[in-house]
């Protein structure tokens, strides 16, 4: 404890006393400063007028939080930026994202699922297939852009609960135009993967960068 924060007072029979001095902010004061103050409140006393039990417990509990926070202060101070990215992201387990991949996650017949065309076509089609391959949801557009992000909202209660592939057929001509899928997943956990944060669902894992959007 910095000796400079202190002043010295005489109790009544003649001995010095090290204290805080009046004009010291309490919001400063250590855990060793808080219990020394205690001590000596008690200690020197008038013992005519005794202080209240129910003070020395209030005491008490401030002492307590002083040296959780102190024990939370010193914890914060040792996290890295990746650790406290880390647990930032662990709030993501058991929300629904939108990432890009093609494993959607249908929930009471609902989901969402996307795409952007890279050049444009004539026309696109999304598909939605079970895990014998049959067609369980599909949506038409026609003349889509490139760039430009195209949703399809999943509404059908006759769907069971579970994982659908997404395929996004998209056409000009004969052409095959190339697209880049979104689907929706129900994060499950968070790890570290080779320096990386992963965000791992039922049916395989996603890059954090890859999330377009959390809450579904």
């Known amino acids: 404890m910095n000796s400079s924060y202190l002043t010295t007072v005489k ?54 939080q002083l040296e959780v926070m102190k024990g939370f202060e010193d914890s914060v101070s040792k996290l890295s930026g990746n650790d406290a990215l880390f647990i930032s992201a662990t709030n993501m387990i058991g929300k629904k994202v939108v990432y890009e991949g093609s494993q959607t996650y249908i929930d009471e017949g609902k989901s969402e699922v996307a795409f952007i065309p890279k050049e444009d076509a004539a026309s696109a089609t999304v598909y939605i297939y079970d895990a014998h391959n049959n067609i369980v949801a599909q949506k038409e557009f026609g003349e889509v852009k490139a760039g430009e992000k195209y949703r399809f909202a999943i509404d059908d209660g006759s769907i069971p609960n579970g994982y659908y592939t997404v395929s996004v057929v998209a056409k000009r001509g004969n052409d095959d135009i190339p697209t880049t899928t979104y689907a929706t997943a129900l994060i499950t956990g968070i790890q570290k993967e080779q320096g990386s944060l992963i965000a791992t669902f039922e049916k395989g894992a996603i890059e954090i960068s890859k999330i377009d959007q959390i809450g579904v």
Do not use: H, M
């Open 11 to 64: 109790a009544l029979n003649g001995e010095e006393i090290k204290v805080y001095d009046a004009n010291y902010d309490n919001s400063q004061i250590d855990q060793e400063g808080f219990l020394r103050v205690l001590l000596a409140s008690f200690q020197y006393q008038d013992p005519f007028e005794a202080q209240d039990i129910s003070k020395f417990i209030d005491n008490t509990v401030k002492l307590r």
